[in-house]
């Protein structure tokens, strides 16, 4: 096993300090109720990972750096999959028990409210997605190499974590591997050192983010760097994929960037990273400042041009503006959604108007079952939240006027920019920023289940 980093990674003191500049502490999403843990908030996640390619094989030291937001009298951490054989809190070991999805710490004495202190893991593993109604999801091995799809509990598929979407935290994530691999995680990249032929990569992330968002991408990958219209982009990719990838991605991203800052605001994060797998994905992956796509994505003739306007958005809705809840997913698809509509008409195609008209159409023809604010668990991934969440957005659009609606849309970006919000805040935003009480409009298109008119 690694040896212990507590000592170096003393940043962070150990005693009381002022709990009103930290999050509270969390109740258990009712979307994902196994999922996340009270009483405590982590600042910085301090990964040290080892992992064999050829063999699956994963070896890790996580340095947690915590405030505790309750008196602490336990305290439990989710990791799924993977054997955690030690545990310390400020450097001193701890009994642990270990359930399918759970970390659970005997505290030698009661932490108070207030207190910072760290706690360090050692475990290893295989990796592998964990089972979800919503498929498998987590650390996953590609033909040659391995990616993290997270969205929305694969988290600790491949790190021990307080696993809720309103959990933002601050990374620092090494990964070694065999030389001939190129590590990609969120962040900016720390440099690479190299020993023994395994090449170690180091990433910073001080931009906060949800534990879902954080991924590692291991592949064969050449670098490009990019300018997406002033704002520092790389793209990494399979060499046999690099004409088909410049034309789909390289050429277009700047001008979806630019169409995008217009819209809804300054790019909110350090860079955007795009990823381009030598294996076929069903569907793009999310991440904090970056997006994964498969081979499958890159076909030469812009055919996934809207899915990678789509991933662009949730830097915007997603990811620096999180959701606090599941239950508000609307407010991430259905703006990214919308975002590929105002793509459209930028860049030559349908009017947004008309992207519109023909899905209302088709939300229509589907079943009226659903409320768009509330789906349920099993639901929150269906298509008619995203269709029906961005139809929302353009309703507010048609009512507002193009001037308004905008400014709004960017005075919320700002607002809780690197936060998260509910749907009650969007609403309650709205109306702040108009003088204008529309609590009907979104009553019927997001807490009623028959579809209304488009204004």
């Known amino acids: 096993m690694p040896k212990s980093r507590v000592a170096r990674k003393n940043e962070f003191h150990t005693g009381p300090h002022d709990p009103a500049s930290h999050p509270a502490g969390i109740v258990a999403d009712a979307y994902a109720p196994d999922s996340g843990n009270p009483g405590y908030h982590v600042e910085l996640y301090d990964l040290e990972l080892d992992y064999r390619v050829r063999t699956n094989r994963l070896v890790g030291v996580a340095v947690l750096s915590i405030v505790a937001t309750e008196h602490l009298v336990r305290l439990e951490l989710d990791l799924v999959g993977l054997k955690a054989s030690e545990v310390r809190v400020n450097g001193r070991r701890v009994r642990h028990l270990e359930t399918a999805t759970k970390v659970k710490l005997v505290l030698p004495e009661a932490i108070p409210a207030g207190t910072r202190f760290t706690v360090e893991a050692d475990y290893a593993g295989k990796p592998v997605p964990r089972r979800t109604r919503w498929g498998r999801i987590g650390w996953e091995e590609l033909t040659d190499g391995a990616l993290v799809a ?57 931009i906060p983010a949800a534990p879902y968002l954080a991924t ?114 609307w407010l991430n ?67 507002l006027g193009e001037e308004v609606f905008f400014a709004v849309v960017r005075s919320w970006t700002q607002a809780h920019r690197h936060g998260t919000a509910t749907t009650e805040d969007f609403e309650a935003h709205v109306a702040r920023e108009t003088g204008r009480d529309l609590r009907a409009l979104f009553d019927a298109w997001l807490r009623t289940p028959a579809l209304p008119q488009l204004p």
């Open 216 to 329: 590692v991408q291991i592949g064969r990958y050449d670098e490009e760097h990019l300018d997406l219209d002033g704002v520092p982009g790389s793209l990494y990719y399979p060499q046999r994929l690099r004409s088909r990838v410049r034309h789909d991605i390289a050429q277009r991203v700047p001008s979806m960037m630019r169409t995008f800052v217009d819209a809804f605001g300054p790019y909110p994060l350090a860079k955007y990273v795009v990823v381009v797998t030598d294996d076929v994905l069903e569907i793009p992956i999310e991440a904090q400042g970056m997006a994964t796509f498969g081979a499958n994505h890159a076909d030469g003739n812009g055919g996934s041009d809207r899915l990678i306007a789509h991933e662009l958005a949730h830097q915007w809705f997603g990811n620096s503006v999180g959701v606090a809840r599941w239950q508000d997913i």
């Open 150 to 206: 997270s969205q929305p509990t694969g988290a600790p598929t491949w790190f021990p974590c307080n696993d809720h979407p309103a959990q933002k935290s601050r990374y620092r994530i090494s990964v070694t591997c065999e030389r001939e691999y190129r590590v990609v995680t969120n962040g900016v990249p720390g440099g690479h050192t190299e020993r023994a032929g395994r090449r170690t990569w180091r990433y910073y992330q001080d």
């Open 333 to 399: 698809e259905g703006f990214a959604c919308y975002a590929e509509w105002i793509w459209s008409e930028a860049s030559g195609g349908p009017t947004a108007h008309a992207r519109a008209l023909a899905y209302y159409a088709k939300v229509k023809a589907q079943p009226q079952d659903l409320l768009v604010a509330d789906p349920g668990a099993a639901r929150m991934f269906d298509d008619r939240v995203y269709k029906r969440g961005a139809l929302t957005v353009h309703a507010l659009r048609r009512t």
